[in-house]
């Protein structure tokens, strides 16, 4: 199988390992309410304007996803986990607008510590569906079944989905 890799796309000059969802409730509404005044044209800041309805619905995402993902086996050190997509994702790079991203080898990463969710798991949610979580041997076995190619797999998977929503359970600054 092919090397792979996830990737958080992030604003410039922003901290990508800063996760408004680590703050305590009231401190993330008066981070968002910043973010959203600083850049109101800018498409990745707009779930920040509309905090009062992204905030419940992200919090409920994560729980839902750790939840499974303990289920399945995962033992995560995080409550809200970093968002990554699998391989590269141009939607995300033009909600950005940039091209800064962090980049980290999924083999450098310990299993117990990162699931997937093919789909945007928020939005998965959002729609009043439930969002598949993926342990990493899950997600290879799926890969491989589509002959090792994670294009093929992705071909295969996605269908309406934009991504395979990467979730790390961990401060990953050491990977």
């Known amino acids: 199988m092919e090397r792979l890799y996830i990737t958080h796309y992030y604003y410039p000059g922003t901290d990508p390992w800063k996760n408004i969802m680590h703050l305590s409730e009231e401190e993330a509404f008066r981070v968002a309410g910043e973010l959203a005044a600083s850049h109101p044209d ?88 439930e969002p598949t979580a993926l342990t990493k041997t899950m997600l290879f076995e799926r890969i491989r079944v589509c002959g090792g190619s994670l294009q093929a797999f992705l071909e295969k998977e996605l269908g309406k989905y934009a991504y395979v929503e990467v979730q790390l359970w961990d401060h990953g600054k050491d990977y």
């Open 42 to 129: 800018t498409t990745s800041f707009y779930r920040f304007a509309d905090f009062v309805n992204y905030y419940p619905q992200r919090k409920k995402a994560d729980e839902y996803v750790r939840d499974a993902f303990i289920r399945l086996g995962g033992k995560p050190k995080l409550r809200n986990p970093y968002a990554f997509v699998l391989g590269d994702c141009e939607y995300l790079k033009k909600w950005f607008d940039t091209s800064d991203k962090l980049v980290l080898d999924i083999s450098d990463i310990p299993d117990e510590q990162i699931s997937f969710t093919i789909g945007d798991s928020c939005a998965i949610i959002t729609q009043g569906l």
